[in-house]
């Protein structure tokens, strides 16, 4: 515990030398040679497990993740990978995507072998991001890519190959495909700033730096200059001691979201916070569980074949349509895909409306003619929370089919949603507490508060109903 002290330990010494934090980024700005490795070791181990499993037959019903390749691809992606990655945002960071990430190094080594064209205008759009998040996670959901490596082949391993076609043609060695286009960007971009350590950016000093100094090789293409957040940066450290302005260092979770105004406060982070994390996240992760869900598909079920209508209930369809594994009696008929749909749908449309009227309800309360999209950001704890309770669903569920005791699971479910609302309830407080208009009373703050936590409370209820 003392050297970890020891290591992120930021005040400067007395003799102005280094602080351990710092020289942290130093040492990863120093041996980009060895991060390479890293992520060539990694991208060899990634493509392995995406490719292999999907050429191989389904488990049966009694195999074990540790003896069968297909179980232990889906182990490790699903219930391991995604959810600690999930995890270490919020810890470090995007340190994932700057060391580790497979799609990432072979996107910005696809780029450098490229033809360097120009990035296009369409592809600045800054609603890729949620976009392509609510596509993937609905697709993934039809294809059941949790279960079956020829899905995970398809989302995963298209993804990668869209990665370094968009890296070829556009960019001249930087992570286009990162920055604009990427599933997972924007809610990495936004867990990420709940990270206690970030590059910090003294701006003084890079202004008394000599004007003519080599420039950084910034891979995610950020102004570093006007750098004030984690929210883009992949922590890679090729910038660490640049112009003798940038460091590594410790922060409050809390900054960056409480430090938000109006102005820099971004519409679609907002959107996909609340339509998609806690909307389109919470229904992927929940349909299959929801006795409503099996209600209606029942009761649906029985009205068409009452009224010889057929056509819906084929289960025809082709796997990378819908799922269809006859070997493991999984199929899904055209009716499953279309309720799949709507109650992932109807889940959005009724936390998100929600969260809108509030934010609405909110502005009005605080005077703001304008919606207050900056105090959707104070949900990111939650969203985080939700998003790790989903993922690591299937490590919980593939552990007990190992005959695991876990009788602390539900427990600790509980205590990190709880945590999750209670961090998101004072964040919003705190940002009401900021709101400059001067006829925003106290008592209108508190309504606005609560106009917020209440479908707040609504996805915490999800959960635990």
């Given at each position: 515990?003392?050297?970890?002290?020891?290591?992120?330990?930021?005040?400067?010494?007395?003799?102005?030398?280094?602080?351990?934090l710092?020289?942290?980024?130093?040492?990863?700005?120093?041996?980009r040679?060895?991060i390479?490795?890293?992520q060539w070791?990694?991208?060899?181990?990634?493509?392995?497990?995406?490719?292999?499993?999907?050429?191989?037959?389904?488990?049966?019903a009694?195999?074990?993740?540790?003896?069968?390749l297909?179980l232990?691809?889906?182990?490790?992606?699903?219930?391991?990978?995604?959810?600690f990655?999930?995890?270490?945002?919020?810890?470090f960071?995007?340190?994932?995507?700057?060391?580790?990430?497979?799609?990432?190094?072979l996107?910005?080594w696809?780029?450098?072998?490229?033809?360097?064209g120009?990035?296009?205008?369409?592809m600045?759009?800054?609603?890729?991001?949620?976009?392509?998040f609510?596509?993937?996670t609905?697709?993934?959901?039809?294809?059941?890519v949790?279960?079956y490596?020829k899905?995970?082949?398809?989302?995963?391993?298209?993804?990668?190959?869209?990665a370094?076609?968009?890296?070829?043609?556009?960019g001249?060695?930087?992570?286009?495909?990162?920055?604009?286009?990427?599933?997972?960007?924007?809610v990495?971009s936004?867990?990420?700033?709940?990270?206690?350590?970030?590059?910090?950016?003294?701006?003084?000093?890079?202004?008394?730096?000599?004007?003519?100094?080599?420039?950084?090789d910034?891979?995610?293409?950020?102004?570093?200059a006007d750098?004030?957040?984690?929210?883009?940066?992949?922590?890679?450290?090729?910038c660490?001691?640049h112009?003798?302005?940038?460091?590594?260092?410790?922060r409050?979770?809390?900054?960056?979201?409480?430090?938000?105004?109006?102005?820099?406060?971004?519409?679609?982070?907002a959107?996909l916070?609340?339509?998609g994390?806690?909307?389109?996240?919470?229904?992927?992760?929940?349909?299959s569980?929801?006795?409503?869900?099996?209600?209606?598909?029942?009761?649906?079920?029985?009205?068409?074949?009452?009224h010889?209508?057929?056509?819906?209930?084929?289960?025809?369809?082709?796997?990378?349509?819908?799922?269809?594994?006859?070997?493991?009696?999984?199929?899904?008929?055209?009716?499953?895909?279309?309720?799949?749909?709507?109650?992932?749908?109807?889940t959005t449309?009724?936390?998100?409306?929600?969260?809108?009227?509030?934010?609405?309800?909110?502005?009005?309360l605080?005077?703001?003619?304008?919606?207050?999209w900056?105090?959707?950001?104070?949900?990111?704890?939650?969203?985080?929370?939700?998003?790790?309770l989903?993922?690591?669903?299937?490590t919980?569920?593939?552990l007990?089919?190992?005959?695991l005791?876990?009788?602390?699971?539900?427990?600790?479910?509980?205590?990190?949603l709880?945590?999750?609302l209670?961090?998101s309830?004072?964040l919003?407080?705190r940002?009401?507490a900021?709101?400059?208009?001067?006829?925003?009373t106290?008592?209108?703050?508190?309504?606005?508060?609560?106009a917020?936590?209440?479908?707040?409370?609504?996805?915490?209820?999800?959960?635990?109903?």
């Amino acid at each position: 515990m003392k050297q970890i002290n020891n290591l992120i330990h930021t005040t400067a010494s007395e003799n102005g030398s280094p602080t351990r934090l710092q020289a942290v980024g130093d040492w990863m700005r120093d041996h980009r040679g060895f991060i390479q490795a890293i992520q060539w070791a990694v991208i060899i181990f990634y493509l392995a497990l995406v490719i292999t499993p999907a050429f191989l037959p389904l488990p049966k019903a009694y195999a074990h993740f540790y003896e069968n390749l297909v179980l232990f691809a889906q182990f490790l992606f699903w219930g391991i990978w995604w959810p600690f990655v999930m995890l270490s945002m919020i810890l470090f960071g995007r340190l994932w995507c700057g060391v580790f990430c497979p799609e990432g190094a072979l996107s910005e080594w696809a780029s450098r072998h490229g033809r360097g064209g120009a990035i296009p205008r369409w592809m600045r759009w800054s609603g890729w991001p949620f976009t392509a998040f609510v596509l993937t996670t609905l697709y993934g959901q039809l294809i059941s890519v949790y279960e079956y490596p020829k899905a995970a082949l398809l989302i995963l391993g298209g993804s990668t190959v869209a990665a370094m076609v968009v890296g070829f043609l556009y960019g001249r060695g930087k992570r286009v495909w990162c920055r604009h286009l990427c599933p997972a960007s924007g809610v990495f971009s936004l867990l990420a700033r709940l990270a206690p350590v970030h590059f910090r950016v003294d701006r003084e000093t890079w202004r008394q730096a000599p004007r003519r100094t080599p420039a950084v090789d910034c891979a995610p293409l950020i102004n570093i200059a006007d750098m004030t957040g984690n929210s883009a940066c992949h922590m890679c450290g090729r910038c660490s001691e640049h112009r003798e302005a940038v460091a590594l260092s410790v922060r409050s979770p809390n900054r960056e979201i409480l430090s938000l105004s109006a102005e820099t406060a971004n519409r679609w982070d907002a959107l996909l916070l609340i339509f998609g994390l806690l909307g389109v996240a919470t229904g992927a992760f929940q349909w299959s569980a929801s006795p409503w869900f099996v209600q209606l598909k029942q009761g649906l079920a029985d009205w068409l074949i009452e009224h010889d209508v057929y056509w819906p209930l084929g289960d025809g369809a082709p796997w990378w349509v819908l799922t269809h594994y006859p070997e493991t009696n999984d199929v899904f008929t055209w009716l499953d895909g279309a309720l799949i749909l709507f109650y992932i749908g109807a889940t959005t449309l009724i936390i998100g409306g929600a969260f809108m009227l509030a934010l609405r309800l909110a502005g009005w309360l605080l005077g703001q003619r304008e919606l207050p999209w900056r105090l959707a950001y104070a949900l990111t704890p939650l969203a985080g929370s939700s998003v790790f309770l989903g993922l690591s669903a299937l490590t919980v569920s593939m552990l007990k089919a190992e005959r695991l005791a876990l009788p602390w699971v539900p427990q600790l479910r509980i205590a990190l949603l709880a945590a999750g609302l209670l961090w998101s309830g004072w964040l919003l407080w705190r940002m009401l507490a900021k709101t400059p208009d001067e006829g925003a009373t106290l008592t209108r703050r508190t309504f606005a508060w609560a106009a917020l936590m209440g479908p707040a409370g609504l996805v915490a209820g999800s959960w635990i109903g």
